[in-house]
């Protein structure tokens, strides 16, 4: 299995602002991905993110709006630029667990963003 | 991105009974589908999961069928349990680095 840590497990910010998402991987693992969850909604899956290249966006989510950075197999970011109310959701970072376990899709605690 | 999709969006059942919760899919390169369950204020955490090798996947109380002809699987929970509420999303996925899409979610909400 893997273990994601995530932080900050909860924001509050204001309109405009941006805010960062961090989460980091016990062992190292090719693919990070990245979904939004509004309240008792489904997962949205929101990008890919591989080390030293470009996240793959699905669509909805552009890099402007979203930026993800993945500079080593260990570690990922989610900013949320230019914040909106509408962004107000859970934001996890996920990956599929390494050896035996590698079909499996591990997820972090996730970030509860509230935007004002 | 509804690429799965579920139903249906909400199930009370009685303690005891068996909760079905179904899912269909449209495209054909999906090659694994598993049924997630997430309890309030907790992150998704995987339950049970099937390939399309099989039609039928059980570990305990927790069994797939699986349809590939018709793109349907559905999770049957025997003996349900009031432990059993939560949310539950199916999934699917393509090849072993890709992402899995989830559908909408079942609330499951078991009665004692």
């Known amino acids: 299995s893997v273990l994601l840590y995530q932080k900050p497990n909860r924001d509050i910010c204001q309109s405009g602002t941006s805010l960062k998402i961090q989460c980091v991987a016990d062992?190292?693992?090719?693919?990070m991905f990245w979904y939004q969850q509004f309240q008792e909604q489904s997962l949205m899956l929101m990008a890919t993110?591989?080390?030293?290249?470009?996240?793959?966006?699905e669509s909805g989510f552009t890099k402007d709006k979203f930026p993800i950075s993945r500079p080593n197999l260990t570690f990922s970011t989610l900013t949320v630029n230019n914040a909106r109310p509408g962004d107000s959701s859970i934001y996890f970072c996920?990956?599929?667990?390494?050896?035996?376990?590698?079909?499996?899709?591990?997820f972090g605690s996730g970030t509860r963003l509230t935007v004002l | 991105q509804q690429q799965v999709r579920q139903s249906p969006q909400s199930l009370t059942v009685w303690e005891g009974e068996t909760a079905i919760l179904n899912c269909s899919y449209e495209?054909?390169?999906?090659?694994?589908f598993p049924w997630y369950h997430q309890f309030p204020g907790e992150s998704p955490a995987l339950l049970i999961a099937?390939?399309?090798?099989?039609n039928k996947k059980e570990d305990g109380r927790f069994t797939i069928f699986f349809n590939k002809r018709e793109k349907k699987f559905s999770l049957h929970i025997a003996d349900s349990q009031p432990g059993d509420s939560a949310t539950y999303f199916c999934a699917a996925s393509a090849g072993n680095n890709n992402a899995p899409r989830f559908g909408a979610g079942t609330k499951l909400s078991v009665k004692p």
């Open positions: 495209d054909s390169t999906f090659d694994y």
């Open positions: 099937i390939r399309p090798v099989s």
């Open positions: 996920s990956s599929r667990g390494t050896g035996g376990r590698a079909e499996t899709l591990y």
């Open positions: 993110a591989n080390e030293g290249s470009e996240a793959t966006y």
């Open positions: 062992s190292q693992v090719v693919s």
